[in-house]
């Protein structure tokens, strides 16, 4: 069963929950977990300094989503699709399939916009399940098209 997207006014009652110690990102509707996805944050732990690579915790919004209607495993540099289609692994952190542009509510995060923190799909499926991003929330790419269809701008997300 596929959750149904939120309209905007119900929007208020949705919420992406990310579990740093647990791998996962919950999306709950009212209070109530409606799907989950496994996922990978940073390899170097969290935090909200500029260029730590950490992933920020507090409270966001997803402030921009980028990438509606590209195959799933498409490039994307400096937030516009190259085109290319990525093969799995390497050692590069890709940012592929969608984008899910967070903006930090708090005052430790308001930051996080400028420091680039998204969730995004990853050449590097494989690491899901263990923290190995550069500072961003990894999804497999067909979690993360998934994802962004269910989710509009403004959706609150907690991150710890």
Not at 7 to 31: F, N, Y
Not at 60 to 78: D, M, Y
Not at 128 to 148: K, M, Q, W, Y
Request: contains cysteine; glycine residues 12%.
């Amino acid at each position: 069963m596929t959750p149904d997207k939120p309209d905007r006014q119900s929007l208020e009652d949705w919420e992406m929950r990310v579990d740093i110690a647990r791998q996962v990102v919950d999306l709950c509707r009212g209070g109530e977990l409606v799907k989950s996805w496994p996922i990978s944050t940073s390899r170097f732990g969290q935090g909200c300094e500029p260029g730590s690579f950490k992933t920020p915790t507090g409270r966001f919004v997803v402030s921009e989503k980028i990438g509606e209607g590209v195959p799933l495993w498409t490039v994307f540099k400096s937030r516009e699709s190259t085109g290319e289609i990525a093969a799995p692994g390497g050692e590069q952190d890709g940012v592929l399939t969608r984008i899910l542009w967070l903006a930090g509510l708090d005052s430790e995060n308001t930051n996080t916009r400028d420091r680039y923190i998204y969730f995004h799909g990853t050449n590097r499926e494989d690491l899901i399940g263990t923290p190995a991003s550069h500072g961003c929330v990894r999804l497999r790419n067909a979690d993360i098209a998934e994802l962004f269809e269910l989710v509009p701008e403004g959706t609150n997300v907690v991150i710890g």
